[in-house]
């Protein structure tokens, strides 16, 4: 009898009452950025991208339920300098033989005056720092070839020395040759796959 009832419960779960799935997306690499910025000399902005990064998305109505992760690929930074992003790589910045690898995984989401607010690990030159941010979503919108699509954003600002990105040299004036506060941007265009 208790057999009979769980596969009429089943039944009826399945014809009349279906399980909604979380939606897994995936980020398309050709229409997203990930992008940061960092003083130069108290003068100017220096600005760099990494092109090499994947990520997980799931993402549902309800926050409990998303969730978020990244991956970036320290080697692929990118400050339209040879010489400068050779330095980046070495052990004075981020050491990519030793940490090849940046992370992000979320902790939780919930919805905020404005989008939501990201609560997630960050790892970065073996360091791991929670961070609160901002993250606006975009409503979903479908592409000429019938693919749901979704915009993921965020700016924040961050500490290198917090990660053990120390390296710096000081000016005549009392300024740095770099800044510590680093602006990051993240602008991910996602591809609904389920």
Request: charged share 25%.
């Amino acid at each position: 009898m208790k057999a009979f009832k769980g596969i009429a419960l089943a039944a009826l779960v399945g014809i009349g009452f279906p399980i909604m799935a979380v939606d897994t997306y995936k980020i398309d690499t050709a229409h997203s950025t990930v992008q940061f910025s960092v003083k130069h000399m108290v003068l100017s902005n220096t600005h760099g991208t990494f092109g090499t990064y994947s990520g997980d998305i799931k993402w549902d109505n309800d926050p409990k339920l998303c969730s978020l992760s990244g991956t970036v690929k320290v080697d692929s930074i990118d400050t339209r300098d040879i010489k400068r992003d050779e330095h980046l790589r070495s052990a004075d910045f981020f050491d990519s033989g030793k940490y090849p690898e940046i992370t992000l995984v979320s902790k939780s989401i919930k919805k905020g005056r404005k989008g939501y607010v990201l609560t997630a690990d960050l790892t970065m030159r073996g360091v791991t720092k929670t961070v609160t941010v901002p993250l606006e979503v975009s409503a979903p919108v479908k592409d000429p070839w019938g693919n749901q699509r979704v915009n993921f954003a965020t700016q924040f600002k961050l500490n290198r020395q917090d990660y053990g990105i120390s390296w710096n040299k000081a000016l005549d004036n009392g300024g740095l040759v770099v800044g510590n506060d680093v602006s990051v941007e993240l602008d991910i265009e996602a591809v609904k796959t389920n």
